[in-house]
């Protein structure tokens, strides 16, 4: 499987879809946070809670992916330094 290299506009995208626009990748208070922000965030966006959301699955799922998949680059980064 190869691997692809994280940007520094890939960590900045990550960390807004899981903080908010105000993620600042440099204060680096976002390592500490990661874990209990990404479990709120899948909870908030998947897929299996739309009925009680009163979203659509659809838009659910693609969230979800895009949590999922900025949890993975920030987790990656989490005792290292950023690109």
Do not use: C, K, N
């Not at 990404?38 to 895009?66: I, K, N």
């Amino acid at each position: 499987m190869e691997t692809q290299e994280i940007t520094f506009e890939d960590v900045i995208r990550a960390g807004r879809i899981l903080f908010g626009p105000a993620f600042a990748a440099e204060a680096g208070a976002w390592r500490d946070a990661l874990r209990s922000t990404y479990r709120r965030r899948a909870m908030e966006t998947h897929p299996d809670r739309a009925r009680a959301l009163g979203r659509a699955e659809g838009e659910l799922v693609r969230e979800f992916r895009a949590v999922a998949d900025a949890y993975r680059i920030l987790s990656s980064l989490r005792s290292g330094p950023l690109p």
